[in-house]
């Protein structure tokens, strides 16, 4: 068995990885956060990292690597939740849209 953690977390939607999934209803913002050299994690998601996992600076300093790589993949993987939450919500409204245009019985 492998000690490697499991994609993601282990977080699936509709039973898939959610990290294989692009959510249908997102915007591009055009935004990019340029990296120093490949690997290294932006100083500003390191320290949003740091203010969402409870910690100051000092606490952080303290961390072992792998407990700050973990930290910052959480954070990625609650955006990355958000942005499909939002995607369902997205879904369901324009399903319940489509059911309005649709002449006949209404609920």
């Known amino acids: 068995m492998s ?3 499991s994609p ?3 977080v699936r939607r509709n ?3 959610i990290i294989e999934i692009t959510p249908r209803n997102t915007i ?4 990019d956060y340029g990296r120093l050299m490949r690997g ?17 600076t000092i606490e952080w300093t303290d961390l072992n690597y792998m407990e700050k ?5 959480y954070r990625r993987l ?3 939740i958000g942005l ?3 995607d369902a919500v997205q879904k369901y409204h324009e399903r319940m849209q489509q059911r309005r245009k649709k002449p006949g019985k209404r609920r």
């Not at 790589?69 to 993949?73: E, I, P, R």
């Open 8 to 10: 993601g977390f282990g």
């Open 78 to 80: 609650k955006r990355l």
């Open 15 to 17: 039973n898939r990885p």
């Open 84 to 86: 499909h939450e939002n």
């Open 69 to 73: 790589v973990d930290a910052v993949a």
């Open 40 to 56: 290294i994690v932006p100083i500003f998601e390191e320290y949003d990292a740091m203010i969402e996992g409870g910690y100051n």
């Open 28 to 31: 591009n913002t055009g935004i």
């Open 3 to 5: 000690s490697k953690p």
